[in-house]
């Protein structure tokens, strides 16, 4: 007896065999045994193979080849100033959180006290390569990040917070990651923000509505028509390094 | 709006847009780590040979002819990748003293014992199951079972023949069947290694 040929039967599994090949199959596979039971177990098997669920990626995982394709020739400078116009279009296309001016007001770290944030006082260091990357158990808010950029933006500027500012009132500092995870979070950042103007003063990473994100505050100089300094928040996914939120404070 | 083509990303890419090619890795990164993990058995190895596949694609892109879809490209740097892992892994010195029973084994012995109940009891999912069948088989049915590639597609990643596909289907299977469910007895059979087939 002359069997099918194996990719025939493995088109007669799938279901893609033309009306002729798929006739002649069926008249094989009624008289013959061997075949009709690889067929079952083959369906079988791709049955179960096709169960397997997709998995989501880590963390993490395009780091090392954006950081070196940041590094090759030719590739925009992450850090240089592109004007005021370009923050606008990032703001454009990212989901865009508008925040309100704040002023340092207590009312405005009051809002904090209700967000997830924890408790901490931090450092602020101007040089973007030494900004120490924060590590946070907080899952953020849009609220929470409102009163968080106020509270930064009031250090930035030596205003007096409020009492029940979140930050002050005491709490143990948060885990600081190594030099290389800070350099990988503001790769994702910068990523995600591209030709966004700024210079980074502060760094965290926590979730942000459910989401691990890197939360990057950036100073951004006067121009295009700016009065005012500005610090912009940028939150990226940790996961992919996508854009989540962008907003921005007068300073 | 109408994505961005790869190709046009492949093209930015190259003129030094950092987050063209970080729009690469979003749109293609899932696929990759899963292929990876599917046919490397652990999440930690998938990790690190996703990472390693996107550096290399990066390296490479300029070689990227662009006459097959930059999916395609970018499934065939991640074998290579995958492959390689593999050869490494079973570079690895054994950390125990090799009994002379033992070296009389064969070089890749089929399941143990544990495994053979296990199997009888169906308890070993077709994940597990993928990683006991040979690396070609295993790789045909991820590309064309869980990835749902198209067999054309998967002809051009692994450059062999459309119908050398099919056949690899069929028995890749067939092997797999053999692990999840053993015929007769219970004893797995030890499925065969790939040999070349129909074109």
Known sequence: MTHPAEDLLTGYIDGTLGESDRAAADTHLAVCARCTKDVTRAAGARSALRAIPEVPVPEDVAIPSIAEASRRPGAPGWHRWAGAAAAVAAAALVATLVLPKVNGSSDDTNAGAAASAPATRVGVQPDASQVPLEIRTADYSPDALTALAGQTAARLTSRPQGANAPETSGTAAPRVGTAEAAASATACIEMAFREVPGSLVRLIRATFQGAPAYVGFYVESPGGGQATEMLTVRVAAVHGCAPLSFAGVAL | ?199
């Open chain 2, 1 to 199: 709006m109408t994505p961005e083509p790869d190709g046009s990303l492949v093209r930015r890419s190259l003129e030094g847009d950092t987050s063209a090619f970080g729009e690469l890795i979003r749109r293609h990164q899932t696929r990759v780590y899963n292929l990876c993990l599917r046919m490397l058995g652990n999440p930690e190895d998938a990790r690190d040979a996703t990472q390693d596949a996107f550096v290399a694609a990066l390296r490479k892109l300029s070689g990227f002819r662009g006459d097959a879809a930059f999916s395609t490209w970018l499934h065939r740097v991640a074998v290579n990748v995958c492959y390689d892992e593999l050869r490494r892994k079973r570079r690895r010195p054994m950390l125990h003293v090799v009994s002379e029973d033992e070296d009389a084994r064969p070089p890749e012995p089929g399941p143990a014992a544990e495994d053979h109940a296990d199997a009888i009891a169906g308890s070993i999912d077709a994940a597990a199951a993928l990683m006991k069948i040979p690396e070609e088989f295993r790789l045909t049915l991820v590309l064309a079972d869980v990835q749902d590639l198209p067999y054309e597609e998967i002809a051009n990643i692994l450059d062999v023949p459309v119908g050398t596909v099919k056949s690899r289907v069929h028995r890749g299977r067939l092997a797999l069947a053999r692990v999840i469910a053993p015929e007769g007895s219970g004893e797995p059979q030890r499925p065969s290694a790939p040999s070349e087939d129909s074109s």
